[in-house]
């Protein structure tokens, strides 16, 4: 009698967490697509060529976002230039090269450290020091900078976790060949964890876009239309900026919208391509 009222405990204990995982799941996906679905409907309506191809004119009262999202492509190229030859080559450092073990866990506990801090602080520390220390102004440029350091700690894990998944067998068989240690790292590892590097790069892009807090310090909120080393030098309002400046200073919400969809389905595209490219190189590596 003991043993089957055990067994039916165990057994409805274990319904009972089923069924509230399924339930944690089923709100999880809900609240997803409500925000999906609900910014998509009261956004895409908004969007016109004449919002995508022109820039705001005070005068006429036209609004346009052309200088943003060309802002935004700036802010993304500068971004990437910076921290994937520092966040690769740390992972890289950190993995294949560094024997001291306490110096790799200090490392990787400060990059951990650096992920989990608030975006407002980023943008603090990105005021002053890039923008007023170094004497670049407010500027895409210091934008850049404050993103390159909030987005270092995605990419080296990424390709620390991926330099990792490369069998050790591939090593040993290249340095039976007679190859030296960067040679086999520049042969062999890295083409082997390239789809990491890539995740790494296309989840710091959602980042970027994503990113307000620290921009309105660092990277300002002029809507100017500029050449790629002219804007990377002045500042400028990306498209979440922008968003802000819509919604919170002009009131105008269907301009705000309009962004908030152009940024979720950007962002739909990122995630659906780091998809894409973690099955494209899961097929290429078990071919």
């Not at 450092?93 to 801090?117: M, P, Q």
Request: hydrophobic share 50%; proline share 3%; net charge positive.
């Amino acid at each position: 009698m003991k043993k089957q009222s055990i067994s039916k405990r165990r057994k409805g204990y274990i319904s009972l967490m089923k069924a509230l995982m399924i339930l944690s799941a089923v709100l999880t996906c809900a609240v997803v697509l409500f925000i999906t679905i609900y910014v998509l409907v009261k956004g895409i309506p908004n969007i016109s060529w004449n919002l995508l191809s022109t820039k705001p004119s005070y005068l006429d009262g036209n609004v346009g976002i052309l200088p943003d999202i060309l802002n935004t492509i700036y802010i993304i190229i500068a971004t990437l230039c910076i921290v994937i030859p520092i966040g690769a080559g740390a992972a890289v450092y950190l993995t294949e090269y560094a024997s001291n073990k306490r110096l790799v866990s200090v490392i990787e506990y400060a990059a951990e450290t650096l992920s989990g801090i608030p975006s407002i602080i980023y943008g603090l520390v990105g005021m002053l020091f890039f923008c007023q220390f170094l004497n670049m102004q407010t500027s895409l440029l210091a934008g850049a900078l404050t993103l390159v350091i909030m987005n270092l700690p995605t990419v080296m894990r990424t390709t620390q976790e991926s330099l990792k998944t490369v069998p050790m067998s591939y090593r040993e068989g290249a340095f039976g060949l007679g190859a030296g240690k960067w040679r086999v790292i520049r042969t062999v590892v890295l083409p082997g964890c390239i789809d990491g590097i890539i995740t790494g790069c296309i989840l710091s892009v959602g980042r970027i876009l994503g990113e307000s807090a620290a921009l309105l310090f660092t990277a300002g909120t002029a809507h100017v239309l500029n050449g790629f080393f002219e804007g990377i030098a002045n500042s400028g309002a990306t498209l979440t900026v922008a968003l802000y400046f819509y919604a919170k200073e002009k009131g105008e919400f269907d301009v705000a919208f309009a962004i908030a969809a152009i940024l979720m389905i950007l962002t739909l595209l990122i995630n659906l391509l780091a998809t894409l490219v973690g099955v494209i190189f899961k097929r290429r590596r078990n071919a």
